[in-house]
């Protein structure tokens, strides 16, 4: 059965319309240290570049369009249809580049982390894209999703209901305990991903992708950015998160914290702090 909240929730909500200098020049156990200026190089990225099936299907068709029409010219041995041909087939082939060829590297992995460079991040790791239509999407990065690791239940905002940047946005549920996330931006919410709510893991498995929250109509998104992570300071930022997990334990118990390879194990705060793992998720949710 679905579930959706009856509220966005504003308990706390003006402790929480924090600004983002603020947050940045947090120093301490768990904190992110204040970030200066990017440094390129000065955290482990790794680039993948992603091109999506119906990108590829559309290139293959082009492409395979354009070899039905030379052969035609060709058997066809008329003089004047191959300039024809070529003056239609330089934008085909414009188009057919444009699919075949990545538009722009989709996903960077920083700190062991998935971040995608197309999305905007907010201290309280969530993410925000905009769709365009004054759409923005609304989903968790994948350090929320390495820190908790599972949920049994995940509850979103109703349709048509209001949220604000900074107030609590959904809330998910694992072994009875409570976990809010904070909504990235602001606006009326247009659109819940059912799939979610019906389906917790998939939050969790795809959640750039399938795993989207829930969508919100703002037409001035403007305000709402002085809040998010710069773009230039989102890997540092990571990098940050990183070392102060490693630092919540003393050697080698920050071993722990790693799978074979350095990949960091899914359910980190409960590798961490196996009773108070909801305590400390939500240090880092910044809903504590």
């Given at each position: 059965?679905?579930t ?10 003006s402790?929480?319309n924090?600004?983002?200098?603020r ?10 240290s204040?970030?200066g200026r990017?440094?390129?190089g000065?955290?482990?990225m790794?680039?993948?570049?992603s ?12 492409g395979?369009a354009?070899i039905?029409?030379g052969?035609?010219f060709?058997a ?14 330089i934008p ?6 444009h ?7 989709a996903?960077?992995?920083i700190?062991?982390f998935?971040v995608?460079n197309?999305?905007?991040?907010h ?23 390495k820190?908790?690791?599972?949920v ?5 905002p109703?349709?048509?209901?209001k ?5 609590f946005g959904?809330l ?6 409570a ?14 991903n059912g799939e979610?709510v019906?389906?917790p ?6 959640p ?25 300071m989102?890997?540092e ?26 990949e ?6 409960k ?5 108070g793992?909801?305590d400390?998720?939500r240090?880092y949710l910044?809903?504590?």
């Amino acid at each position: 059965m679905r579930t959706t909240m009856m509220k966005s929730g504003n308990n706390g909500e003006s402790a929480r319309n924090f600004s983002l200098r603020r947050f940045l020049k947090f120093d301490g156990p768990g904190r992110p240290s204040k970030l200066g200026r990017s440094r390129k190089g000065a955290w482990n990225m790794d680039r993948t570049i992603s091109i999506s099936i119906p990108e590829r299907l559309a290139g293959m068709i082009v492409g395979l369009a354009l070899i039905i029409v030379g052969l035609g010219f060709m058997a066809l041995g008329v003089t004047f249809l191959p300039v024809i041909g070529i003056l239609m087939g330089i934008p085909v082939l414009g188009i057919a580049w444009h699919f075949l060829s990545p538009k722009a590297v989709a996903q960077e992995r920083i700190a062991g982390f998935q971040v995608p460079n197309n999305l905007m991040y907010h201290p309280g790791h969530a993410w925000a894209r905009m769709d365009g239509d004054d759409i923005i999407t609304v989903g968790m990065d994948d350090f929320a999703v390495k820190l908790l690791g599972s949920v049994d239940s995940i509850s979103l905002p109703k349709e048509g209901s209001k949220v604000r940047q900074g107030s609590f946005g959904w809330l998910m549920k694992a072994e009875s305990r409570a976990i809010h996330m904070l909504s990235p931006v602001e606006g009326e919410v247009v659109a819940i991903n059912g799939e979610v709510v019906d389906s917790p893991a998939r939050a969790f498995e795809d959640p750039y992708g399938k795993g989207w929250l829930f969508k919100v109509r703002n037409p001035n998104l403007t305000p709402n950015l002085k809040n998010m992570v710069p773009a230039s300071m989102v890997g540092e930022w990571f990098e940050n998160i990183r070392e102060t997990l490693a630092c919540r334990q003393p050697s080698p118990a920050a071993a722990a914290l790693y799978q074979d390879g350095g990949e960091l194990v899914s359910g980190l705060a409960k590798a961490i702090d196996p009773k108070g793992w909801d305590d400390l998720a939500r240090e880092y949710l910044l809903t504590k």
